[in-house]
């Protein structure tokens, strides 16, 4: 019996400790300019038309992000007029980098949508047109 109880505590002993501060924290940092609070360069890409659906690769946003923190991150955007982008990754490097956001579902009308993105507790506003 005391075998089992000695067998038991040195078992207990060695299992491994949880952290996390580990690989999958989450990123910080900011998609606006430390300096003026206005948002960090962003670019549309692609040709969007009313009721033709998006492609992944080719219709996207790219923009910078001032990265204090490196760790996993999810960047998106709003669903407006029947589509929205996003990116998932992680950042290595602190200091700006570029992220891609790649777009999904259709427009459903022509017109300028206003996108929201969002990363960590900032917002920044990317126009699309739609023809």
Known sequence: M??????GVVLAACTKEL??????RPAK????????GDC???TV???YKAAVPLVSDSNTITISVNVSETGNYLITTDTINGF????KGRFTTQGTNSVK???????FAAGVN?????????FCDVQVNVN
């Open 40 to 42: 960090l360069p962003k």
């Open 114 to 122: 206003s996108f929201r993105v969002a990363f960590d507790t900032t």
């Open 19 to 24: 952290s996390y501060e580990g690989p999958d």
């Open 84 to 87: 929205y982008f996003n990116a």
């Open 101 to 107: 956001l790649r777009s999904t579902g259709t427009p």
């Open 29 to 36: 940092g900011s998609l606006q300019s430390d300096l003026t």
């Open 45 to 47: 890409t692609g040709t």
């Open 2 to 7: 005391a075998v089992l109880v000695l067998g």
